[in-house]
T-cell receptor
């Protein structure tokens, strides 16, 4: 089945630790995205990538880093510089940037203890 | 500054009745609008969209209305079913180079 797989689904981290969230897609989509969802707030864009080896900052990129070495994979690292990392993280993909319809993974919930 | 706003955080409707979810936007460059549905602990799924050249788009029980002059769109669900209970996000996009901008979501509860 085609889709987007995020792992882990739940993750706990101590303050000061970096953590990497995985996102893999087999939809053959060029564009991939990372969003963050906080209670009562909409989805806020962290980073996006239009093509392999290219990525751009979104609205809230500070404290995060990404890589796009393969078309299928777009991992997100939440660094210790992120002041409030506890949130629900969503990865998405689309055929191309600005095609509108995004396909989302099931999300990863990160809790900082 | 929120460019896409869903002013009702929650809505409760009886099964079989109409659900109306509202969304307002401020950016006049937005020309394509989407609704996503999200169940707890899952990613959002695309529901329906509308281009600014239209004022209505219908897909089964779901209809989206767009009022460009008021910068307002709404999602109508008729008849509402308990399985429609979820959080609904409105999203908008505009010229090339703009990403989707999401509203804060409205939690719909359909009571049997």
């Amino acid at each position: 089945d085609g889709g987007i797989t995020q792992s882990p689904k739940y993750l706990f981290r101590k303050e000061g630790q970096n953590v990497t969230l995985s996102c893999e897609q087999n939809l053959n989509h060029d564009a991939m995205y990372w969003y963050r969802q906080d209670p009562g707030q909409g989805l806020r864009l962290i980073y996006y990538s239009q093509i392999v080896n290219d990525f751009q900052k979104g609205d809230i990129a500070e404290g995060y880093s990404v890589s796009r070495e393969k078309k299928e994979s777009f991992p997100l690292t939440v660094t210790s510089a992120q002041k409030n990392p506890t949130a629900f993280y969503l990865c998405a993909s689309s055929m191309a940037v600005n095609t509108g319809e995004l396909f989302f993974g099931e999300g990863s919930r990160l809790t900082v203890l | 500054d929120q460019q896409v706003k869903q002013n009702s955080p929650s809505l409760s409707v009886q099964e079989g009745r109409i659900s109306i979810l509202n969304c307002d936007y401020t950016n006049s460059m937005f020309d394509y609008f989407l609704w996503y549905k999200k169940y707890p602990a899952e990613g959002p799924t695309f529901l329906i969209s509308i281009s600014s050249i239209k004022d209505k788009n219908e897909d089964g029980r779901f209809t989206v209305f767009l009022n460009k002059s008021a910068k307002h769109l709404s999602l109508h669900i008729v008849p509402s079913q308990p399985g429609d209970s979820a959080v609904y996000f409105c999203a908008a996009m505009g010229n090339a180079g703009n990403m989707l901008t999401f509203g804060g979501g409205t939690r719909l509860m359909v009571k049997p």
